[in-house]
Nanobody, 120 residues
Framework: AVYLVESGGGSVLAGGSLRLSCVVS????????FGWLRQAPGKESEGVAT?????ADSVKGRFTISKANDPNGMILYLQLNDLMPEDTAVYSC????????????????WGQGTQVTVSS
């Protein structure tokens, strides 16, 4: 199993920045792809970025994914710059054996999510 715990969400004004973190632990982590997904109210989940360095067109140039080793596994980051009200959503990190699923906003393992709210 894979365990993911996010932090770093909050409320910001348009144009602001946030940095999300996801602590990843579990078994056979090298088998998995990891990424960030988001779900806005009334909308389906969508992929934001993956650790294969794919980034959704809607956030390209504004959001950056990175990762660092951790004694228990890994930490996955998402730097969010130049935030816009349409970026408001619950952001979750996910893990899946297929990177293509993460791009589609799907994952076998999810964290609990962290709320990002951007006001104009």
């Amino acid at each position: 199993a894979v365990y993911l715990v996010e932090s770093g969400g909050g409320s910001v004004l348009a144009g602001g920045s946030l940095r999300l973190s996801c602590v990843v632990s579990g078994d056979r982590l090298s088998d998995y792809y990891f990424g960030w997904l988001r779900q806005a109210p009334g909308k389906e989940s969508e992929g934001v970025a993956t650790d294969d360095y794919w980034t959704a067109d809607s956030v390209k140039g504004r959001f950056t994914i990175s990762k660092a080793n951790d004694p228990n596994g890994m930490i996955l980051y998402l730097q969010l710059n130049d935030l816009m009200p349409e970026d408001t959503a619950v952001y979750s990190c996910g893990a899946d054996l297929r990177e293509s699923k993460l791009r589609r906003g799907l994952a076998d393992y999810w964290g609990q999510g962290t709320q990002v709210t951007v006001s104009s």
